[in-house]
C-alpha cells in the first residue's frame, strides 16, 4: 500500500487545516488506518485513528478539535484540525494497518509538515 499524504501547511494558532491521504488502494480493505505526528526532538505519536468499521479514537490533546474520516470510494482518509495550537507542530504521518493471519503489517505516507505559529 503507498500512501500520499497532503494539506500541510503553516497556520496561525486557532486556525484550520484539513490533512489528506490518499491510498493506492482500496481502503475498505485495510483494518484501520490512521494519522501520527512527530515533534521536533519528540518520538511519533498517534494522533487519531480509524477503523474499517468507522470507529475512532483520538489522542488526549486534540480530543474535540480533530476530526478523522474516511472515504471509501475515493481510498482517502482526512485530519481535519481546528484550533490549532503551536503545540500541534510537527510533521504528519498517514498510516494503514493491515491484519494478517500472521499478525500486523503498517504502511506508512511521507509526511506532511504543519506548522502552528502562536
Known amino acids: 500500500v503507498q500512501l500520499q499524504a497532503s494539506g500541510g501547511g503553516l497556520v496561525q494558532a486557532g486556525g484550520f487545516l484539513r490533512l489528506s491521504c490518499a491510498a493506492s488502494?482500496?481502503?475498505?480493505?485495510?483494518?484501520?488506518m490512521g494519522w501520527y505526528r512527530q515533534a521536533p526532538g519528540k518520538q511519533r505519536e498517534l494522533v487519531a485513528g480509524i477503523t474499517s468499521g468507522g470507529s475512532t479514537n483520538y489522542a488526549d490533546s486534540v480530543k474535540g478539535r480533530v476530526t478523522i474520516s474516511r472515504d471509501n470510494a475515493k481510498n482517502t482518509v482526512y485530519l481535519e484540525m481546528n484550533s490549532l495550537k503551536p503545540e500541534d507542530t510537527g510533521v504528519y504521518y498517514c498510516?494503514?494497518?493491515?491484519?494478517?493471519?500472521?499478525?500486523?503489517?503498517?504502511?506508512w505516507g511521507q509526511g506532511t509538515l504543519v506548522t502552528v505559529s502562536s
Open positions: 498510516n494503514a494497518r493491515l491484519y494478517t493471519l500472521t499478525g500486523t503489517r503498517d504502511y
Open positions: 488502494e482500496s481502503i475498505s480493505r485495510i483494518g484501520s
